[in-house]
């Protein structure tokens, strides 16, 4: 009999949120004021908690031992720290594992003890209180504290054996046996829906000593995009992901799929908008079960391997430099194989593996290692290379002059080299500017009227109010000051024209990051705008969007060609509430004949479009019903509606700054202070706006993302218009939203979305 040990170990938190407020609340309201019946289209309710807890469990398990079912003692709180005593054991589900340790150049991997055969493939398991599972024995001591006692004896592989086939996906055998000088990992998972999730996790060493770490990932590094990472439900800790997701665990087909972590998230993380499995794009569908994987979207460039993998925060969060190997590299490069045939099963594996048949990882770090020939670092570090080349150039706005109503601006810029004291550079023969028309820099002049809160651009002569576009690689001259430029706008501020003028700069610079000498890569440099009076003083565009929060999840934001980059102010001018997409849909005779969703347009106003488009998926959490489709340049046809948003969709404070999402403020009363509807219909003329057919502003955000029959309707019968010009709004509309979704109200947005 193994030697018992104690260890403590930090607790794991986890917040309780309303993942469907306001699909059931708020969609379930009264269909006028807030009293009254009323159907929606999802259902919910606060989740119902366990006795003692109010917003959030913590789960710390404070020892486990091995004598011979393995027997842990933890505690549950709340977020007080008080005890909760009433945990039901059909509420809890527990796991213990084994850290293999990796030789010859193989990786260290988890080992489930508890497993079970399901369609004839091994999947790790655990011991809960349900039917076709075991269970062991839970006593409450009736203060928060529990001691568990497992039903599955490790020590003895009579009453523990290893179900067959008693392989991994590749027919290798499993080892359970129990080895009491490894690493072991018992992790306890509150398993009801309807309350917090919450994870516990200890690592401990049975016959006595400090354990080994194995930490890739950390769960927090996830959820920067994911919020709270979530899968099967409530599982919530990459530290008790692992204990099942290992090479132990398969799942039976032709051919068999792994669901070992280090393979399976890098196969679903490997698509973006300019990458795919090689697995995926030769036909063949990346799919777990009846889950397809195939169309997730990673939303940067998947080489950005330190997005998710950093050592400065994981101790072995470096592995993926130092220690290469088949099952992680072929996870993405799933066309190579490292046999001397190809797997019959993988028609898609065309690729031999360039330094011949291995098999094994023994000698892979001998060509991928750190300064080899073919360093997995330098194979990856595209991003990194061409941020380096981004950092050499900022462009500025100088000035603009005059910017009176009936003036033609002429802007003054430059492009200087922040690495490098703000050199300037001479745009007219830098190569970075002409090598290949591979390169573009744009000024662009748009406005708006004093007392309104949107850029219109009314008389830009531009259709779908846009602004005024000026090529300034061809049309500039050189300005008084050395390397300063200016360009003349080729049209005058309308000459009735009041309030601010916005000018931007945005475009690319050519580089050669991807082949030294060519100029061929689009360079990611950030827009900038700058604002101007026309009449009085200039007045900002409120600030909806924090750019940092974006960069979270995108790394760098850039959007049509990387022309427009890093900078929600320049967004606003040209995605403002005139516009569409409706000069790029399909028409004939000049007559607009209908897109692929039967709109004839969409509208891409800022506040509108991005909720739409994050929101995108078909009932995605209750929310939309129907996705969002915008047509781009060329007539692209974007279709979100497969659009999965990796975070909590109502946390509304991920995306937005400080409290801009709260009806306070000019969303009070939006119309009287200036916030312009949102364009649905554009009127026959498209360069003037005059007679758009809009919706009213707030029932235009809350409609991009409740877009069912009964919000429309709940909505309209609360002072939103769904088809209205701004002059109908203009002339007394009172959206009264305000009255029971504002600040402190009986559903104000904050408490109703569940924003800490």
């Known amino acids: 009999m193994s030697s018992r040990n104690e260890v403590v170990m930090g607790r794991t938190r986890s917040s309780l949120r309303w993942l469907g407020p306001l699909a059931a609340s708020l969609l ?375 910017t009176g109503p009936g003036s033609a601006p002429v802007v003054t810029f430059s492009v200087t080299d922040p690495t490098n004291g703000d050199a300037p550079y001479d745009i007219k023969t830098h190569p970075a500017f002409t090598a290949g028309g591979a390169s573009t820099l744009t000024v662009k002049l748009g406005w708006t009227k004093a007392g309104l809160a949107d850029i219109g651009n009314d008389g830009s002569g531009q259709n779908f109010g846009q602004p005024v576009s000026v090529n300034a690689l061809t049309a500039s001259v050189a300005g008084a000051a050395a390397g300063s430029y200016t360009v003349t706008s080729p049209v005058a501020i309308p000459v009735a024209q009041t309030g601010t003028l916005r000018v931007i700069m945005d475009g690319h610079p050519a580089g050669d990051v991807t082949t030294p000498g060519t100029f061929t890569d689009r360079l990611r440099v950030k827009s900038v705008f700058r604002d101007f009076a026309i009449t009085g003083s200039a007045v900002a565009r409120r600030v909806v969007v924090d750019i940092a929060k974006c960069k979270v999840c995108h790394d760098v934001l850039s959007l049509h060609g990387n022309n427009r980059t890093d900078e929600p102010g320049v967004c606003a001018a040209c995605h403002n509430p005139n516009a569409t997409d409706a000069g790029r849909r399909p028409s004939a005779g000049g007559v607009l004949t209908g897109g692929v969703d039967g709109k004839l347009e969409e509208a891409i106003d800022f506040k509108r479009m991005i909720h739409g488009i994050h929101a995108g998926q078909a009932s995605n959490g209750g929310f939309r019903e129907k996705g969002i489709v915008v047509y781009g340049f060329g007539g692209s046809v974007n279709d979100f509606s497969k659009v999965v948003f990796p975070g909590e969709l109502n946390n509304c404070s991920a995306c937005h700054s400080g409290t801009s999402y709260q009806l306070a403020g000019i969303w009070e009363s939006p119309t009287a202070n200036g916030v312009l509807g949102s364009t649905v219909g554009t009127a026959a003329s498209a360069s003037d706006a005059a007679d758009n057919l809009r919706i009213s502003p707030t029932a235009a955000v809350c409609s991009s993302c409740h877009d069912s029959a009964v919000a429309k309707v709940h909505m309209e019968a609360n002072g939103g218009n769904f088809s209205a010009t701004q002059a109908t709004l203009d002339g007394g509309l009172l959206e009264g939203c305000v009255l029971c979704h504002g600040p402190g109200r009986v559903f104000d947005v904050k408490a109703a979305h569940g924003v800490k």
């Open 28 to 402: 379930a309201l009264a269909l006028i004021g807030c009293g009254g019946g009323g159907g929606g289209s999802g259902s919910g309710a606060t989740p119902a908690a366990s006795p003692g807890t109010s917003g959030e469990l913590i789960i710390t398990i404070n020892s486990a031992t091995v004598g011979s079912p393995p027997v842990v003692n933890f505690k549950v709180t709340n977020e007080t720290g008080a005890g909760v005593p009433g945990i039901p054991a059909a509420d809890l589900r527990f796991n213990i594992a084994k850290l293999v340790p990796g030789t010859n150049g193989e990786p260290a991997n988890w080992q489930n003890y508890i497993n079970r055969v399901r369609n004839g493939a091994v999947e790790g398991s655990q011991e809960r209180s349900a039917t076709g599972f075991v269970f062991g024995t839970l006593v409450n001591h009736g203060d928060g504290s529990y001691t568990y006692t497992f039903a599955t004896d490790i020590t003895d592989p009579a009453s523990n054996p290893c179900p067959a086939p008693c392989t991994d996906a590749d027919g290798k055998p499993l080892n359970l046996s129990y080895l009491p000088n490894l690493t072991h990992r018992v992790t306890i998972q509150q398993g009801n829906r309807d309350n917090p999730k919450a994870t516990g996790v200890l690592d401990f060493v049975p016959a006595g000593g400090a354990p080994a770490t194995r930490d890739i990932v950390l769960t927090a590094t996830c959820n920067q995009c994911h919020t709270q990472l979530t899968a099967h439900g409530t599982r919530v800790d990459t530290k008790l992901c692992v204990t099942c997701h290992n090479p132990g665990s398969w799942v039976a087909g032709t051919p068999n799929t792994t669901v070992d972590f280090k393979v399976m998230i890098h196969r679903i993380h490997y698509n973006n908008a300019g990458a795919a499995l090689p697995s995926v794009l030769a036909g063949t569908p990346y799919t777990i079960g009846n889950n397809d994987f195939s169309e997730v979207v990673f939303t940067q460039d998947v080489r950005n391997c330190t997005k998710c993998h950093d050592g400065a925060l994981s101790a072995q969060g470096d592995n993926w430099k130092t220690q290469p190997g088949m099952q992680s590299c072929g996870s993405c490069h799933d066309n190579v194989y490292f046999g001397v045939q190809p797997d019959p099963a993988k028609p898609y594996q065309t690729v031999p593996h360039p330094g011949g048949v291995v098999t094994d990882n023994s000698t892979c770090v001998l060509c991928h290692g750190v300064g080899r020939v073919a360093d997995v670092v330098a194979a990856h570090d595209f991003p990194a290379r061409l941020k380096a080349a981004e950092a050499r150039f900022k462009l500025n706005i100088l000035g603009a002059t005059p």
